[in-house]
Nanobody, 126 residues
Framework: QGQLMESGGGSVQAGGSLRLSCTVPKYIFDNHCLGWLRQVPGKEREGVAEITTNGNTTYADSVRERFIISQDDAKDNLYLQMNFLKPEDTAMYFC????????????????????WGQGTQVTVSS
């Protein structure tokens, strides 16, 4: 049935921009809310941004006004435009899908997501 696959990570200086992309299997794209989460070694995975099937978006406070989540319905792709990057944005970034289970958890909580990609590394140098 395929899996989510991220691309677009890399190294950038503070203040720069990167655009992450995620190819999403159609059955996930059409029926799941999609999100970006990130993880630093030794720390818990944290939610960054999410977009629902009707286009509503949610952002973590740490990235609001700097990151933009979007999706391309024709290509079944999910994107994360990251601007004004900071060293603390350095992490492995994952795209993920959720279908409504564990709704008692807060929005952007990793436990709400059931489908995951392998991740793409983003490194921001000062």
């Amino acid at each position: 049935q395929g899996q989510l696959m991220e691309s677009g990570g890399g190294s950038v200086q503070a203040g720069g921009s990167l655009r992450l992309s995620c190819t999403v299997p159609k059955y996930i794209f059409d029926n799941h809310c999609l999100g970006w989460l990130r993880q630093v070694p030794g720390k818990e995975r944290e939610g960054v941004a999410e977009i629902t099937t009707n286009g509503n978006t949610t952002y973590a406070d740490s990235v609001r006004e700097r990151f933009i989540i979007s999706q391309d319905d024709a290509k079944d792709n999910l994107y994360l435009q990251m601007n004004f990057l900071k060293p603390e944005d350095t992490a492995m970034y994952f795209c993920a899908g959720r279908d409504g289970r564990n709704g008692w958890l807060p929005l952007l909580h990793p436990g709400r997501y059931t489908h995951w990609g392998q991740g793409t590394q983003v490194t921001v140098s000062s």
